[in-house]
């Protein structure tokens, strides 16, 4: 299996992705999806080991990575929208099985992984999700506000580009190395004044009603993150959710856990 990338049509202009293909898929189809303002690679650490019997894609959601942007800040219920319709053109080309497909998500991911399970309980099978940002309307509103507070946008005093890192020192694994934070700061940084859009989409978002609609198995993972609590305490609102809490390790689970990850979300989208 070759890991390659490619481009699809979205209705925000060209989406990019990278896909993982065995020669012969006997599973359903799993689409991965981001957190904010990281891109596809993120799941480069366990793609290639959730593919060996079925394909797995993972775009750059629109406005990151290398995908187009759109012209000002999406809605969860976008992103959703516009995941469907690449999976409806990866199908169309043959290049996926047509019918129902896996979801997984990342922090963002996990938002729009849950969206798409709400929307279509048809066309979503299962889900696997990293991490809850589940707050109450009052949270998301004052972060809504401090937005700006904790991403400044972009000028000449480079305040801005000392916060983010900052920020990334803060919630990133000590066992992460440093080459690898500072290309993540370099992909948010080319971003420029759309680095929070996705987070804009996040804190407008209804996550705690969309969380009781959903009646897909999910399962959600919780690393020892800066969602850590909030996924404990909002887990329970999946009817068919189980939660697995991996303390000790921060972001940058995906590599420090690959082996340990790869096994439980085998084992769930199996079943």
């Known amino acids: ?5 490619a481009y699809a049509p979205s209705r925000f202009g060209q989406l990019h992705y990278r896909i993982v293909a065995p020669e012969a898929a006997s599973r359903p189809p799993l689409l991965c999806l981001h957190q904010t303002p990281s891109n596809s690679s993120q799941w480069k650490p366990i793609q290639p080991f959730l593919a060996r019997d079925r394909v797995a894609v ?3 959601t ?18 959703a929208e516009t995941m469907f319709d690449f999976m409806e053109h990866l199908a169309s080309r043959g290049i996926i099985a047509p019918g129902p497909f896996d979801v997984m998500g990342y922090h963002t991911g996990s938002i729009t992984a849950t969206e798409m399970a709400r929307q279509g309980k048809q066309r979503v099978r299962r889900c696997v999700l990293f991490g809850l ?16 507070e904790r991403f400044p946008p972009p000028d000449r005093t480079l305040r801005h580009v000392e916060k983010l890192w900052s920020l990334i020192g803060e919630l990133a694994d000590p066992g992460i190395p440093a080459e690898q934070l500072h290309i993540g700061m370099a992909d948010a940084l080319r971003l420029g004044k759309r680095l929070p859009w996705g ?11 969309a969380m009781t609609e959903v009646s897909q198995p999910v ?5 020892e993150d800066d969602l850590w609590g909030v996924t404990q305490q909002t ?9 697995i809490d991996i303390p000790g390790v921060s972001h940058g689970v995906l590599t420090l856990r690959r082996d340990y990850l790869v096994s439980e ?7």
């Open 1 to 5: 299996m070759i890991p390659a990338k």
């Open 58 to 60: 993972a775009p750059d």
């Open 62 to 79: 629109p406005g990151y990575g290398m995908s187009d942007p759109p012209p000002e800040p999406l809605e969860i219920g976008d992103y």
């Open 133 to 148: 940002a589940a707050y109450a309307e009052d949270v998301r509103a004052q972060r809504l506000d401090r937005l700006d």
């Open 199 to 209: 987070y804009i989409a996040v804190y407008r978002y209804d996550f705690l009603g």
């Open 219 to 223: 399962l959600v993972l919780n690393p």
């Open 235 to 243: 887990s329970h609102l999946f009817r068919n959710g189980k939660r």
């Open 265 to 271: 979300i085998e084992g769930f989208l199996r079943q």
